[in-house]
């Protein structure tokens, strides 16, 4: 089953509002988790890097105000998108690991549908 | 230029063939090397993970590293219509930034019955 669970998988929402997508880690605490972009035929873009009780680390080019991270607890990560416009519509996918692990322990949510209308 | 180059295809093959997938890098400082396989719309699935040069198989799947070419390719034998999906090859830097990955754009395999 999923160890990494998103939530809504999908999501409408009209241009200029904020939408929130939630990033839950189920069978392990992680410290760290990550957020990417994935438009249409494209690859998987990382957003930021998300740490429990410390603000979120963002790649260049992502605006923090745009896209505000939120790791509160150990298991929990959100993604909220403020003002959304059409051109944030996107997939939007999350992945967790429980901390200083090799790559094969890296868990992927199964991504957000994000369009705004 | 892109810190990982991939082609995208589609790449078109009868059931049954080998496959052949490949990804170049720039940075040699990656050392963790992973191909995912994302079903349309869903989440990356992790097919394969090595760390620095050499083969690593599993079942019909087998990844291979060249650290001083920069490539890295995944080999499917016996390929299935359920392979038909799109490959992403992945890197990460040393084992304390595992967990960010830089992806190749993908290659969208058809496997035709």
């Known amino acids: 089953g999923a160890v990494v669970s998103q939530h809504p998988s999908r999501v409408i929402c009209k241009s200029g509002t904020s939408v929130k997508i939630e990033c839950r880690s189920l069978?392990?605490?992680?410290?760290?988790m990550f957020w990417y972009r994935q438009f249409p035929k494209q690859s998987l873009m990382l957003m930021a890097t998300?740490?429990?009780?410390?603000?979120?680390?963002?790649e260049q080019g992502v605006e923090k105000d745009k896209f505000l991270i939120n790791h509160a607890s150990l298991t929990l990560s959100t993604l909220t998108v403020t003002s959304a416009h059409p051109e944030d519509s996107s997939f939007y996918i999350c992945?967790?690991?429980?901390?200083?692990?090799?790559?094969?322990?890296?868990?992927f949510g199964e991504g957000s549908w994000l369009t705004v209308v | 230029q892109k810190e990982v180059e991939q082609d995208p295809g589609p790449l078109s093959v009868p059931e049954g063939a080998i496959v052949s997938l490949n990804c170049t890098y720039s940075?040699?400082?990656?050392?963790?090397f992973m191909w995912y396989r994302q079903y349309s719309r869903k989440g990356p699935e992790l097919l394969m993970y090595?760390?620095?040069?050499g083969n690593k198989e599993d079942g019909r799947f087998t990844a291979q590293v060249d650290k001083s070419s920069k490539y890295i390719s995944l080999f499917i034998r016996d390929s299935q219509p359920s392979d038909s999906a799109t490959y992403l090859c992945?890197?990460?830097?040393?084992?304390?930034?595992?967990?960010?990955?830089?992806f190749g754009q993908g290659t969208t395999l058809q496997v035709k019955p």
């Open positions: 992945s967790a690991t429980p901390g200083t692990s090799t790559g094969n322990t890296i868990y």
């Open positions: 069978d392990f605490q992680a410290t760290t």
């Open positions: 998300s740490n429990e009780g410390s603000k979120a680390t963002y």
């Open positions: 940075n040699s400082a990656f050392q963790y």
């Open positions: 090595t760390y620095s040069s």
């Open positions: 992945a890197m990460s830097l040393s084992s304390s930034n595992t967990g960010k990955l830089i």
